[in-house]
């Protein structure tokens, strides 16, 4: 049963919905939240999340970005569905507040919030001007929670965008 699953089967009372209790807008509307317009997104932001989630396994940060990355979807206002303006914003002040109901630490609430805020960007990178892509390299480089964003990245996309990424990021100077 992967992520998507598990928190489709919770029914109140669960231990999982107590676990998760921090997070109650997730729980309660990003299954019905659709993660975008077609041709970027189909499903729900809870698919998303969860596929990305499961993309990342086995990095635990990676994973912590994965749940973050796409936080302000759940607070676009309707009028705006199925786009998802300013999301980006939105998750960087969210996902620092999930971190600290959740305990995570400062470490992690860094993490989620640079997720939340760049990840648009990062899944752009191949089309970036030299610059834009200097920036992402020295803010998220290749090793330590860098690494994590671009697993992250990549399973957001569907792409590995982080090859491209690595290899800038070799060329730099020190």
């Given at each position: 049963m992967d992520f998507e699953q598990l928190l489709r089967s919770a029914r109140p009372g669960d231990a999982l919905l107590e676990w998760t209790k921090p997070l109650p807008v997730f729980l309660d509307t990003a299954n019905a939240i659709s993660a975008g317009p077609r041709p970027w997104h189909s499903g729900s932001v809870l698919g998303h999340l969860a596929r990305c989630m499961?993309?990342?396994?086995?990095?635990?940060?990676?994973?912590?970005?994965?749940?973050?990355?796409?936080a302000g979807k759940l607070t676009?206002?309707?009028?705006?569905?199925?786009?998802h303006y300013g999301h980006e914003l939105r998750g960087a002040i969210l996902a620092p507040i999930w971190a600290r109901q959740l305990g995570l630490g400062p470490a992690y609430a860094e993490a989620g919030r640079l997720a939340a805020r760049w990840h648009m960007r990062a899944g752009k990178?191949?089309?970036?001007?030299?610059?834009?892509?200097?920036?992402?390299?020295?803010?998220?480089?290749?090793?330590?929670?860098?690494?994590?964003?671009?697993?992250?990245?990549?399973?957001?996309?569907?792409?590995?965008?982080s090859r491209l990424a690595l290899t800038d990021a070799r060329r730099l100077p020190a």
């Open positions: 499961n993309e990342t396994a086995g990095d635990p940060l990676a994973v912590w970005m994965a749940l973050t990355h796409d676009t206002p309707k009028c705006l569905l199925p786009h990178y191949a089309v970036l001007r030299q610059g834009k892509k200097r920036q992402l390299l020295e803010t998220f480089p290749p090793d330590g929670a860098g690494a994590s964003f671009w697993k992250m990245v990549d399973a957001d996309c569907r792409a590995p965008v």
